[in-house]
């Protein structure tokens, strides 16, 4: 997977406590730029609001995320947690996790 495009709030990382600061938008970013190396490790890279997530990966395949409403989602490194994910997997793998679905 090389690029990302969402329509919720960003460009940076933002949760529901602090989302106002965020702008609503169609962002374009990569796996690798959503999240922060953070001196602890712990989740982050959320987007807040997003309606729908495009993820490409070079010139050909493409999947689209899509729900009723909007909802956070993220995506970073694979791993068994949070805290031990970013930097104990191989950078080629990624985790998604997004709650696309609302009434």
Known sequence: ?????CLGRGPR?????RKSCADMGVWRTTPSEMGYDYIVP????NRTDCSW???GHGSGSLAIVAGRGSAPF???PEGGSAQE???NAPPS???FSAG???Q
């Open 1 to 5: 997977m090389h690029n990302i495009e």
């Open 93 to 95: 793998s990624f985790n």
């Open 85 to 87: 994910g970013k930097h």
């Open 42 to 45: 712990g989740e982050n890279g």
């Open 53 to 55: 997530v495009k993820f």
């Open 74 to 76: 993220s995506i970073g």
């Open 13 to 17: 990382e933002n949760y529901p406590d």
């Open 100 to 102: 696309l679905h609302t």
